[in-house]
């Protein structure tokens, strides 16, 4: 998994990028909307005021991103949860946050993110989380996936996660990866592996880019739509304007909808009962 720069997520705590306008534009609905769609609760908005979340710093592995928590912090406050960064970090952060009887504890270390819910005891990975934010928003910006063709540029763990979702809609999922076994290996779930990733750009108009692949222009066909979690993240003049979306951000789709799968576990359990 590509690990994040504080120079990549600079702008997330502010919202510099106007997420939910882009998403808007491009998507019909805010990251809210995504996230609570993700979740699979279907409204419009729900008030997550009731739940309080916190960002634990950790310093393991390479340590600390100057702005992560900061950022984890934005993105849950955004969504009207009650939102904090622990003043400790690591295993003391985790144990503060449980002492404040908090209810979603958001941490990473290199290889992993998770949001965690302390009443239902069940985790949600930022690897679902961001599969499933960008799936729904190609679904909604191409107003249904159901028997179209969908391209997955790479096959780790988001593109495999993406592959199932599509799958799982009734998309014609074909994917492709740098190193073709681990395209090949997806065929089990139903996709078809395409080894020729400039053709396999051109043949489709509907693409989740789930690699660290900068896509020429050149090769991407008219009207294309683009839901584009990989990181780094550039498409060329001719690119953007070839494309009908692109759909990007570096953090917070995904981080909003594990935050939101998170709450959802409690919501849909009161439903239930
Ligand atoms: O707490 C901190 O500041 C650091 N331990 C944060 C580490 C951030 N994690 C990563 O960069 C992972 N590779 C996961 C990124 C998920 C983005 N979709």
């Known amino acids: 998994m590509t690990r994040l720069t504080e120079d990549v997520i600079w702008g997330v705590p502010d919202d510099k990028m106007d997420l939910d306008g882009r998403l808007m534009k491009a998507t019909g609905k805010t990251v809210k909307g995504i ?80 949001s965690y819910n302390t009443l239902e005891r069940k985790y949600t990975d930022n690897s679902w989380g961001t599969a499933m934010g960008y799936a729904v928003c190609l679904k909604n910006a191409a107003k249904g996936v159901e028997g179209k063709d969908v391209l997955v540029v790479g096959s780790g763990r ?8 599509l799958i799982g809609w009734g998309a014609n999922v074909t994917v ?37 692949y900068i896509i020429p222009g050149e090769i991407i066909a008219q009207g294309s739509i683009i839901s584009s979690p990989g990181v780094p993240h550039y498409y060329d003049l001719e690119g953007r304007t ?31 009962s």
Do not use: Q
């Open 35 to 114: 996230a609570l769609e993700a979740a699979g609760l279907d409204m419009d908005d729900y008030d997550l005021s009731r739940f309080t979340a916190a960002a634990v710093p950790v310093t393991s592995g390479l340590g600390i991103i100057g702005g992560f928590a900061k950022s984890v912090d934005a993105i849950t406050a955004r969504l009207g949860m009650r939102s904090y960064v622990t003043e400790s970090t690591d295993v003391a952060g985790f144990a503060e946050a449980v002492g404040k009887g908090t209810d979603i504890i958001m941490m990473s270390d290199d290889p992993m993110f998770i």
């Open 158 to 165: 988001v593109g495999t996660w993406a592959t199932k979702i």
């Open 176 to 212: 492709t990866d740098i190193i073709h076994e681990k395209a090949e290996a997806l065929t089990s779930l139903g996709a078809k592996a395409e080894r020729n990733v400039e053709k396999a750009v051109s043949d489709n108009t509907l693409l989740i880019n789930a690699a660290p």
């Open 242 to 272: 070839r494309c009908k979306a692109i759909i990007h951000d570096p953090l917070e789709i995904g981080t909003a909808v594990m935050a939101v799968n998170s709450a959802a576990y409690t919501i849909k359990k009161e439903m239930r």
